[in-house]
């Protein structure tokens, strides 16, 4: 497969760390930034799959203004989000391989089956 194309969109939500350093952290925001990573061959169409539906799927998914704790089970870490985006858009799009998540500019992290 030679061709990746990636969808980005960002929403904002709470969360804590309920043992940081061996103390819970104060419950905080973060203005996340999701970048999806698709692959594939060129469908009929020319592309591998449409933008448009990626970036309507990320918006009915992603948990804007909610506590990140409440739907991922209490560990609200980038890297389990980053899963947890992954399992839903997998299902609905086979061909994503990757998911970034960034909590700020300089700190994200990832998550893909390879």
Do not use: C
């Given at each position: 497969m030679a061709y990746r194309v990636k969808v980005v969109r960002e929403f904002s939500a709470a969360h804590f760390l309920e043992s940081?350093?061996?103390?819970?952290?104060?419950?905080?925001?973060?203005?996340?930034?999701?970048?999806?990573?698709?692959?594939?061959?060129?469908?009929?169409?020319?592309?591998?799959?449409?933008?448009?539906?990626?970036?309507?799927?990320?918006?009915e998914i992603l948990p804007e203004h909610r506590n990140l704790n409440e739907i991922l089970g209490g560990k609200s870490t980038a890297e389990i989000l980053a899963h947890w985006i992954y399992d839903r858009l997998k299902e609905r799009?086979?061909?994503?391989?990757?998911?970034?998540?960034?909590?700020?500019?300089?700190?994200?992290?990832s998550y893909s089956e390879r």
């Amino acid at each position: 497969m030679a061709y990746r194309v990636k969808v980005v969109r960002e929403f904002s939500a709470a969360h804590f760390l309920e043992s940081y350093r061996g103390k819970p952290e104060p419950i905080h925001g973060h203005n996340y930034r999701v970048e999806v990573i698709l692959e594939g061959d060129l469908g009929d169409e020319g592309y591998v799959v449409d933008f448009l539906e990626i970036n309507s799927f990320l918006k009915e998914i992603l948990p804007e203004h909610r506590n990140l704790n409440e739907i991922l089970g209490g560990k609200s870490t980038a890297e389990i989000l980053a899963h947890w985006i992954y399992d839903r858009l997998k299902e609905r799009f086979p061909q994503t391989v990757e998911v970034w998540v960034w909590e700020t500019g300089r700190f994200a992290a990832s998550y893909s089956e390879r």
